[in-house]
Structures are given as C-alpha cells and as structure tokens.
C-alpha cells in the first residue's frame, strides 16, 4: 500500500511557471506513479507518469515539452515541473499509483491524493 498527499497548487498568471509535490508513504518506490487533472463537468485527464527508477517518462500531448515529472525515492516523493503555463492548466492535479508502467486510464490506478487545486489566470 502507498498513500500520497499533493502539495504546491496555488494561483499563478498564464506563462508562469509551478512545481507540484507528491509525498509518499508506505512502499512508495515500488509503484508507478503518474499525475491526473480533471476539472468541474470532465473526466479526470492523464497528464504524466514515471516508472519506478525514474528511468522512463511519459506526457500528454496537450502537456509534452512544458511538464517535467520526476521522483526521488529516497524522499518519497514525485515532482511535477509545469512551465509555460496556460489559461487551459487549470485544474484539480492528483498524484496517482499503480503497479506497471504505461498505464494512463484513472481507473487503472488503485491509490489517490486528495488533490491540489492549480488556477491560471490569463
């Protein structure tokens, strides 16, 4: 088992930058770890995900080359480096786990974070 807790979301303008934290407890270094955003009326969305080295990384398209994931596990904890922030970011991110890589559908993820709220204001 593994709970996690995001922090970091707050207000910011379009074209700031933000890095979101998710910490980890229990066996945080065994699972994948990804993060989601969804927004009032949506689906929760797929933005990122990292294996469990860190080796490998994968983005959504609408966030590929602005968003950096990353993980320390000796921290417990996963980042996520959002850059060149649009209108269109805003939303509740989640940090999610699950046990293999290259998983993108929420339902495939057995644990959650309560979320963090992220507003971009134009």
């Known amino acids: 088992q593994v709970q996690l807790k995001e922090s970091g979301g707050r207000l910011v303008q379009a074209g700031d930058s933000l890095s979101l934290s998710c910490v980890g407890s229990?066996?945080?270094?065994?699972?994948?770890i990804a993060w989601f955003r969804q927004t009032p009326g949506k689906e929760r969305e797929f933005v990122s995900s990292?294996?469990?080295?860190?080796?490998?990384?994968s983005y959504s398209d609408s966030v590929k080359g602005r968003f950096t994931i990353s993980r320390d596990n000796a921290k417990f904890a996963s980042y996520l480096q959002m850059d060149s922030l649009k209108t269109e970011d805003t939303a509740v991110y989640y940090c999610?786990?699950?046990?293999?890589?290259?998983?993108?559908?929420?339902?495939?993820?057995?644990?959650w974070g309560q979320g963090t709220q992220v507003t971009v204001s134009s």
């Open positions: 990292i294996s469990r080295t860190g080796d490998s990384t």
């Open positions: 229990g066996y945080f270094d065994i699972y994948v």
């Open positions: 999610a786990a699950t046990a293999y890589y290259g998983l993108r559908a929420p339902v495939q993820y057995g644990y």
